[in-house]
T-cell receptor, first 112, second 112 residues
Framework: SQQGEEDPQALSIQEGENATMNCSYK?????LQWYRQNSGRGLVHLIL?????REKHSGRLRVTLDTSKKSSSLLITASRAADTASYFC????????????FGTGTQLKVEL | DTGVSQNPRHKITKRGQNVTFRCDPI?????LYWYRQTLGQGPEFLTYFQNEAQLEKSRLLSDRFSAERPKGSFSTLEIQRTEQGDSAMYLC??????????FGQGTRLTVV
């Protein structure tokens, strides 16, 4: 079963606008990761935020984590057509091994 | 290093046939994971290896599924007596000392 839920399920914006995706999860975590998946392809790791961090930046990406609400958000600033993809949050299973449980994903479409 | 490689990229098979997929992880990575992804969903964990040892199998992995990593390098995932419900994208990932997972492009299986 999926650990998390992303919101919205789909998002369509114009190039240059910002895109915000939210993720909620169910159990305690030590980190949360965001991945991108282009249509029909594998996943690419974007950013990892640890449970003791509130915010993290990487280029045009900004991730926040609120462990009290068991939620995270991913902000993509100044979006480009190449950002069109599905975005997933992922958290490690309890028990170690770095196995990941993924949310249901947000499909982002950036239009020219 | 060329990243995680999966073969074949696509497989169409008749119901009841056996299929085998191969994954070549990043060479220095000792952990290898298999995930399954159906349309509109996030990947779901199937099994993982540390070196040649298969350390965990998900309940999703029925008796018809078997995975091996004979020398701690490449891995194979075999599905026997395929069913239409097995149609999905099968993703392989590997990790090294860090928590970031590197995914292959996946093998898309269609059972007709």
């Amino acid at each position: 079963s999926q650990q998390g839920e992303e919101d919205p399920q789909a998002l369509s914006i114009q190039e240059g606008e910002n895109a915000t995706m939210n993720c909620s999860y169910k159990t305690s975590i030590n980190n949360l990761q965001w991945y991108r998946q282009n249509s029909g392809r594998g996943l690419v790791h974007l950013i990892l935020i640890r449970s003791n961090e509130r915010e993290k930046h990487s280029g045009r990406l900004r991730v926040t984590l609120d462990t009290s609400k068991k939620s995270s958000s991913l902000l993509i600033t100044a979006s480009r057509a190449a950002d069109t993809a599905s975005y997933f949050c992922a958290t490690p299973f309890t028990g170690g091994g770095n196995k990941l449980t993924f949310g249901t994903g947000t499909q982002l479409k950036v239009e020219l | 290093d060329t990243g995680v490689s999966q073969n074949p990229r696509h497989k169409i098979t008749k119901r009841g046939q056996n299929v085998t997929f191969r994954c070549d992880p990043i060479s220095e990575h000792n952990r290898l994971y298999w995930y399954r992804q159906t349309l509109g969903q996030g990947p779901e964990f199937l099994t993982y290896f540390q070196n040649e040892a298969q350390l965990e199998k998900s309940r999703l992995l029925s008796d018809r599924f078997s995975a091996e990593r004979p020398k701690g390098s490449f891995s194979t995932l075999e599905i026997q007596r395929t069913e239409q419900g097995d149609s999905a994208m099968y993703l392989c990932a590997s990790t090294g000392s860090g928590t970031e997972a590197f995914f292959g492009q996946g093998t898309r299986l269609t059972v007709v």
